[in-house]
Every structure is written in C-alpha cells, then in structure tokens.
C-alpha cells in the first residue's frame, strides 16, 4: 500500500475589498506553475523557492468568484491574483470555507481595507495607494500640485533693509 505524500502548501496572503479579493502565492523563481482558477476553489502547484522544493495548495473559497473577471500577475517572487466576488455584498469573514486557521494563510495588511472604511471605493482604484501617493495628490504641505516652495518672499538682509533689531546690541568683533 502506497502513502500518498502530501505536498506543503506556499505562503499565501490576501485581503479583500467590497467586491474583490486579492491572493497573493509567495513562491520565488517558480518555474511552470499549475494554476487552476474555479467559481469556488483556487489550486496551485509548482517548484521554486530557496530549496526549490514542489509546493502544492488547494483552497476552497468562502464564496464564489466570476473566474472570467480573473486577473493574474506573475512576478518573480509572487503570483498575483484579483479575484471578483460573484456578490459584491458583505466582506466574507475569511478566504476559506473551512473555519480552521491555516499556518500558510495570512492577511496582506498593505491592501487590506475595512469595510466600514470602503463606502467611497469602487473596484481597485486606491488599492496600494501609500502615504507618497496620496501627499502628491494633495499637492505636498501647502502647495498645489506639485509645485516647489517659493523663497523669493524670505528676508535676505539685503542693503537697503533693516537689521533685525536682535542684533542691535552686539558689540563689534574687530576693533
């Protein structure tokens, strides 16, 4: 009688907004990933990281997706997954059907959005929208755009100007 040898799963992130999910597969220099994308169940398998071991994982999704809106990023460290919930209604309490923690599953903090905190989102726009970002749309600290502070206005001590009158009482260096 075979054993079957079960494969470790790859580090996974992800976050959700009103109505997409973000799953991120942290396996770097993976070659050749089998990634399978179904209504209700994400599967990967492929060879990298440091030990470039096989990595295998299953997840069964809380809900349902429209796997035909699925958009994928391979990068050279990740595989990158928008997800677009069938409902776009409430936030779902976690990525997976099952309610067991799972050791390989953690939260992407850097896209992660509260739901009370996403009344004014549509889709992804500001999705990884950092402090930089939102400063230059600001326009800086007292700015418009992107404009550089004017210093022409600033006292030069020029000829033809008076002193500051701190200075009135000091005596001469040289005499």
């Known amino acids: 009688m075979t054993q079957e040898v079960q494969l470790p799963p790859p580090p996974v ?16 220099d993976c070659k050749d990933p089998v990634l399978n994308i179904e209504p209700q169940m994400i599967y990967f398998k492929g060879v990298g990281g440091t030990e470039h071991k096989m990595h295998e994982v ?23 997954l928008i ?6 209604g409430p936030y779902w309490p976690r990525l997976t059907k099952d309610k067991t ?3 390989w599953l953690k939260s992407d903090f850097n896209k992660w959005t509260d739901e009370d905190e996403s009344d004014d989102e549509d889709g992804i726009e500001g999705a990884g ?3 930089e970002d939102m400063m230059r749309q600001m326009g800086g600290l007292g700015g418009s755009g992107d404009s550089k502070p004017n210093f ?5 001590g020029g000829e033809g ?15």
């Open 152 to 156: 022409d206005d600033l006292d030069d």
């Open 101 to 103: 923690k799972a050791h």
């Open 58 to 80: 299953t997840i069964d999704l809380y809900g349902e997706i429209l796997v035909n809106r699925t958009v994928k990023n391979l990068k050279g460290r990740t595989i990158e």
């Open 161 to 175: 100007e008076e002193m500051d009158s701190d200075y009135d009482d000091l005596p001469d260096l040289l005499e």
């Open 129 to 131: 929208q950092d402090l």
């Open 83 to 88: 997800l677009y919930k069938k409902e776009e």
């Open 13 to 28: 992130i992800w976050a959700q907004r009103r109505g997409i999910l973000f799953v991120t597969i942290c396996l770097e």
